[in-house]
């Protein structure tokens, strides 16, 4: 089976750190993306992870551990505008460019 | 340079009704993907099309069907609409299949 979780809501501070986790089982990897989601508005493209380690991208982190079907995406200097759904997918292995997605975590940032 | 383009916005229907949703790539994009997003949840793939051709498809029934055309550009229709039909529909187009997706701002469809 295909199953990809993630923390429904999180609540942080204007200036803080604040780090998302998320864990998958998939029959197949080819990557794992992390989109940012404003309310009514499309994902966009945060951060790729195909291989272990952390990607640094400005106040965006991204890990992954492919033994461990785990990836956290880190957040920094937190802004107001920060607050948003953030959405982790796993790329499918197969013939398509097929994305499964998590719920996603709700985060709000708060003065 | 565009980015990906949906219409209509925002669409309303009666349970029982068909839609056609359209989505035009990037400039140079063959392919097209379509997802699905309730309210609340993340989004769930329906279909992929690259060259014009289906190259996968998610678990969604017969009343789901799409096309790309020459120009790369993709309808998607729905049948005999469900009121668990209502969500925000999502284009992604890639230059190839396996290359990075770049989501269009999508059609939120309200079926009655």
């Known amino acids: 089976g295909q199953n990809i979780d993630q923390p429904t809501e999180m609540t942080a501070t204007e200036g803080a750190i604040v780090q998302i986790n998320c864990t998958y089982q998939?029959?197949?990897?080819?990557?794992l993306f992390w989109y940012q989601q404003h309310a009514g508005e499309a994902p966009t493209f945060l951060s790729y992870?195909?291989?272990?380690g952390l990607e640094e991208k400005g106040r965006f982190s991204s890990f992954l551990s492919r033994s461990k079907g785990y990836s956290y995406l880190l957040l920094k200097e937190l802004q107001m505008k920060d607050s948003a759904s953030y959405l982790c997918?796993?790329?499918?292995?197969?013939?398509?460019?097929?994305?499964?997605f998590g719920t996603g975590t709700l985060l709000a940032v708060q003065p | 340079d565009a980015g990906v383009t949906q219409s209509p916005t925002h669409l309303i229907k009666t349970r029982g009704q068909h839609v056609t949703l359209r989505c035009s790539p990037i400039?140079?994009?063959?392919?097209v993907s379509w997802y699905q997003q309730v309210l609340g949840q993340g989004p769930q793939f329906i279909f992929q099309?690259?060259?014009?051709?289906?190259?996968g498809r998610g678990n969604f029934p017969d009343r789901f069907s799409a096309r790309q055309f020459p120009n790369y550009s993709s309808e998607l229709n729905v049948n005999a609409l469900l009121l668990g039909d209502s969500a925000l529909y999502l284009c992604?187009?890639?230059?190839?299949?396996?290359?990075?997706?770049?989501f269009g701002p999508g059609t939120r469809l309200t079926v009655t």
């Open positions: 992604a187009s890639s230059l190839k299949v396996n290359y990075e997706q770049y």
């Open positions: 998939t029959s197949g990897f080819n990557g």
């Open positions: 400039s140079g994009h063959k392919s």
């Open positions: 992870n195909v291989l272990d």
């Open positions: 997918a796993v790329r499918d292995k197969s013939a398509t460019n097929k994305l499964i």
């Open positions: 099309y690259y060259e014009k051709e289906e190259r």
